[in-house]
């Protein structure tokens, strides 16, 4: 028996877009869809999401084992995120340990993360703008976790008194979105037997 060949992408996901090829809901018809960045084969999934105003790294697959690996075996996903203020050394910290956020409604404490202010990163320029300087100063930091709740980026800075204004997820383990542009899709040699 043949074994099944699939297919692995690393896309740069520019904000405005879903994490998803298509939807049932009436009211998005106007939303934009990964299936008009690219011409995916059949059978291509988003491992994981990025919300729609997030962009940076979304790995796609024909092969529906390794999305479930990619999401349930704490591999570490870096994100860098521009938040509102100069962060503080202490929030920082805060980060770095764990702070309570809110997952369907109840209390959850997030797991240890690494975390690290950095200068501005040389990112493609947004679809739809963020605020600039004139509302106040901004600050960016790195944020790597090995968990992935909803919005949980979002949620951690704004826990510490940081919302976040810009959201672009760099890496998932070895994968970054270095060198590419938004909308960028290459293929990825991943080696994964399960």
Not at 90 to 107: F, M
Not at 137 to 151: D, L, N, Q, Y
Request: hydrophobic share 35%; charged share 25%; net charge positive.
């Amino acid at each position: 028996m043949k074994a099944i060949s699939h297919h692995y992408f690393a896309l740069y996901k520019p904000d405005g877009y879903l994490s998803q090829f298509l939807t049932n809901d009436r009211h998005a018809k106007r939303k934009k869809f990964l299936g008009s960045l690219h011409n995916f084969p059949n059978g291509t999934m988003a491992v994981g999401r990025l919300d729609e105003p997030s962009e940076g790294l979304l790995l796609l697959t024909t092969n529906g084992k390794y999305s479930t690996h990619i999401n349930k075996s704490g591999i570490e996903k870096e994100y860098y995120a521009q938040v509102d203020g100069v962060i503080t050394s202490a929030a920082i910290d805060h980060l770095k340990k764990g702070v309570t956020i809110t997952v369907k409604d109840e209390p959850y404490i997030t797991k240890k993360a690494m975390v690290e202010k950095i200068e501005t990163p040389l990112l493609p320029a947004r679809n739809k703008k963020i605020r600039d300087d004139r509302h106040g100063p901004t600050s960016w930091v790195s944020i790597t976790i090995t968990e992935g709740k909803f919005r949980q980026i979002r949620k951690m800075t704004s826990a510490v008194g940081f919302p976040t204004l810009r959201l672009v997820r760099y890496r998932i383990g070895k994968f970054t979105i270095h060198g590419m542009d938004k909308g960028d899709v290459k293929v990825i040699n991943v080696k994964f037997e399960k």
